[in-house]
Nanobody, 115 residues
Framework: VQLVESGGGLVQPVGSLRLSCAAS????????MNWYRQAPGNEREWVTS????????YYTDSVKGRFTISRDNAKNTVYLQMNSLKPENTAVYYC?????????WGLGTKVTVSS
């Protein structure tokens, strides 16, 4: 199993970024995919999940209305569209999948929101 995040970088406040997480080694379409983040000095926290099958999505309150999770099962990829970014969104963003036997994490992609 491999999860590879990309798309992070430096962005100004109120800007946007789209993160991607390319998955391999398991049947992507069968599993819920998740984004977490870890800000400097903080614990890792859940951001959003997208359920499959069904496609329902859930968000932590602080990102509702600004972040959108989506998935492309044909490409084995989950996305995180982040709009109206704030300095407090600065963090390393991680992709996670929980399979029956264990949980897997990507290495993360760093997002810095700063002017």
């Amino acid at each position: 199993v491999q999860l590879v995040e990309s798309g992070g970088g430096l962005v100004q406040p109120v800007g946007s970024l789209r993160l991607s997480c390319a998955a391999s080694g398991f049947t992507f379409s069968m599993y819920t995919m998740n984004w977490y983040r870890q800000a400097p000095g903080n614990e890792r926290e859940w951001v959003t999940s997208i359920i499959n099958p069904g496609g329902a999505s859930y968000y932590t309150d602080s990102v509702k209305g600004r972040f959108t999770i989506s998935r492309d099962n044909a490409k084995n990829t989950v996305y995180l569209q982040m709009n109206s970014l704030k300095p407090e969104n600065t963090a390393v963003y991680y992709c996670k999948v929980a399979l029956r036997t264990r949980t897997y994490w990507g290495l993360g992609t760093k997002v810095t929101v700063s002017s």
